[in-house]
């Protein structure tokens, strides 16, 4: 894939909610936090949440790992795009989203504790896949090995993942330039 398909238009296509994902990264290790609460809870996973109105990617990000993490990020990578679509049932709306995936090698402050998030550091080699959103395991490699990249996914509404994602590699800069509008 040479670049990130565009949103599908038009009447019936399904608005996308506007979020965000940050990875801290440090020699071997990456942050990573237990939700507490909301989507996803009992789930470990980076920091993250909706864009505030007139809020850039970059700046929700940002303030989202300062909220969630206590840390403030010197400066993020965009590296990937995410599409979730979320069915409805169980009480649960259909909650579909765009995700930027950023990561940050540098920041102020020491992680701990939210009402949101429990963090804890895991080496690269030990991710707890086992208790992540059921993608992240196909998604990861790419973000560690530093490529770019853009999936699409579907999860019912208790939040399993429905069939296969697709998940493809990105040319460099592709993320940034379409958070760009380019």
């Known amino acids: 894939m040479n670049a990130i398909p565009p949103l599908p ?14 990875f801290a990264l440090r020699e071997g290790e990456v942050l990573l936090g237990m939700k507490r609460r909301g989507l996803g809870k009992g789930l470990w996973n980076g920091a ?18 300062h909220e969630e993490f206590g840390i403030i990020p010197a400066e ?17 709306a259909a909650w579909d989203q765009e995700c930027a995936v950023f990561t940050a090698c540098e920041w102020s ?13 895991f080496a690269n080699d030990a991710i707890p896949f086992d208790r992540m959103w ?20 579907d999860f019912a509404a208790d939040e399993t993942m429905v069939g296969e ?5 990105l040319p460099a800069g592709a993320v940034a330039r379409y958070l760009a509008g380019g």
């Open 9 to 22: 238009s038009g009447p019936g296509a399904p608005p996308l909610q506007r979020t965000t994902l940050l």
């Open 48 to 65: 993250g949440g909706k864009l505030a109105a007139g809020e850039t990617h970059a700046a929700a990000a940002i303030r989202e790992t």
């Open 76 to 92: 993020v990578t965009a590296v990937g795009l995410l599409r979730f679509h979320f069915q409805a049932g169980g009480g649960k």
């Open 109 to 121: 402050g020491e992680p701990s504790e939210s009402e949101e998030m429990t963090p804890a550091w």
């Open 134 to 153: 059921a993608d992240d395991r196909i998604w990861f490699p790419l973000l560690f090995a530093g490529a770019e990249f853009f999936g699409d996914i």
């Open 165 to 169: 994602p697709r998940i493809a590699a």
